[in-house]
């Protein structure tokens, strides 16, 4: 079993991602959870705390830190870092390497022979926009493994591919990425 960092970017697929949390838990992982400063807009980080037993982080900036630097403590804790949910947005930041969020800098500080996975989620055209598929091109050059979206019926009312894969498929693929 893993020490696992899931980052969840703010898609409205966020509500399975603490599903996701709770299933890697529950298979024996150590899970920490990092949610981008929107995510945490759209569900509270505590949740995830509730589900994993372990802290959860958005921001490592303030008062409270006292010296810590969380990119670098939890990209060294990382066995494996899961994205999932990934925005365009936070799959934009991972593409450049821009470390303007905690997601994004620990990605830039995780070894590099760590495993990464990134579950993209969004909707169909949004997911088939060139700027992403370009953006997904070159995290798959920079060894990362990108899961592939499901086909169905997303949130915003559009069918096609875009949807979050199920909790348990997105478990499966890390126990393979683990080689358990
Ligand atoms: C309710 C809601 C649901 C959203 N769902 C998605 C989504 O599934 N995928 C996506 O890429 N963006 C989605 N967005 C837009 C992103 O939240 C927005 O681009 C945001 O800036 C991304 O932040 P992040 O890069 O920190 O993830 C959604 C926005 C809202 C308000």
Same mark, same amino acid.
């Given at each position: #079993?893993?020490?696992?960092?899931?980052?969840?970017?703010?898609?409205?697929?966020?509500?399975?991602?603490?599903?996701?949390?709770?299933?890697?838990?529950?298979? *024996?992982?150590?899970?920490?959870?990092?949610?981008?400063?929107?995510? +945490? %807009?759209?569900?509270?980080? %505590?949740?995830? $705390?509730?589900?994993?037993?372990?802290?959860?982080?958005?921001?490592?900036?303030?008062? +409270?830190?006292?010296?810590? #630097?969380?990119?670098?403590?939890?990209?060294?804790? /990382? $066995?494996?870092?899961?994205? +999932?949910?990934?925005?365009? @947005?936070?799959?934009?930041?991972? +593409?450049? @390497?821009?470390?303007?969020?905690? /997601?994004?800098?620990?990605?830039?500080?995780?070894?590099?022979?760590?495993?990464?996975?990134? /579950?993209?989620? #969004?909707?169909?055209? #949004?997911?088939?926009?060139?700027?992403? %598929?370009?953006?997904?091109?070159?995290?798959?050059?920079? *060894?990362?493994? &990108?899961?592939?979206?499901?086909? @169905?019926?997303?949130?915003?009312?559009?069918? *096609?591919? @875009?949807?979050?894969? $199920?909790?348990? $498929?997105?478990?499966?693929? &890390?126990?393979?990425?683990?080689?358990?």
């Amino acid at each position: #079993m893993a020490k696992i960092v899931l980052a969840a970017g703010a898609s409205v697929a966020i509500y399975k991602a603490c599903d996701l949390a709770s299933k890697l838990a529950q298979a *024996g992982h150590s899970v920490r959870a990092v949610l981008t400063p929107r995510a +945490a %807009q759209l569900v509270n980080p %505590q949740l995830f $705390e509730a589900v994993t037993g372990e802290p959860a982080s958005v921001d490592e900036f303030g008062p +409270a830190r006292r010296g810590a #630097m969380d990119h670098i403590e939890l990209a060294k804790w /990382a $066995e494996l870092l899961l994205v +999932a949910p990934a925005s365009a @947005g936070l799959i934009a930041r991972l +593409a450049h @390497g821009q470390a303007d969020d905690l /997601a994004s800098t620990l990605a830039l500080a995780l070894p590099a022979n760590r495993p990464r996975l990134l /579950a993209p989620a #969004m909707n169909p055209t #949004m997911l088939d926009a060139r700027p992403v %598929q370009r953006n997904l091109a070159l995290l798959r050059e920079d *060894g990362w493994l &990108v899961l592939e979206p499901a086909v @169905g019926h997303t949130a915003c009312g559009d069918d *096609g591919k @875009g949807r979050l894969p $199920e909790p348990a $498929e997105l478990v499966a693929a &890390v126990a393979r990425a683990l080689r358990l």
